[in-house]
């Protein structure tokens, strides 16, 4: 729950020594707009980034592999327009795993995102 509710925050860069984002991390963080996530990140918990109403993007580009979720409620409430941007090498395993397909519409290859 460390930045649940911070109204403040608008983006994050995660450090490359966490592995897990903890249920709740960013839960109502509704002014964050974008995430850059490290390959050290192998896990993300249930209502992490629920409620973040102002994300454009999820940057997941340096991720050698898919990250599990515990739920399907990780990233529930964002806009639909929001992208979460994989490499493209993981494009296909990240729109079929467990919990992730859920999200499908909105994971773009790295190569063919502007942001």
Known sequence: DTFNTCYSLSSVVIPDSV???GSGMFYNCYSLSSVVIPDSVTSIGDNAFRYCYGMAYYDFR???SVPT???TNAFASIPSDCKIVVPDSLYSS???ATNW???ASQIVKASE???
């Open 19 to 21: 592995t897990s984002i």
């Open 101 to 103: 397909s859920t999200y």
């Open 113 to 115: 995102f502007n942001g």
């Open 94 to 96: 990240w729109t079929t």
């Open 69 to 71: 979720i515990s739920n």
């Open 62 to 64: 340096a991720s050698k």
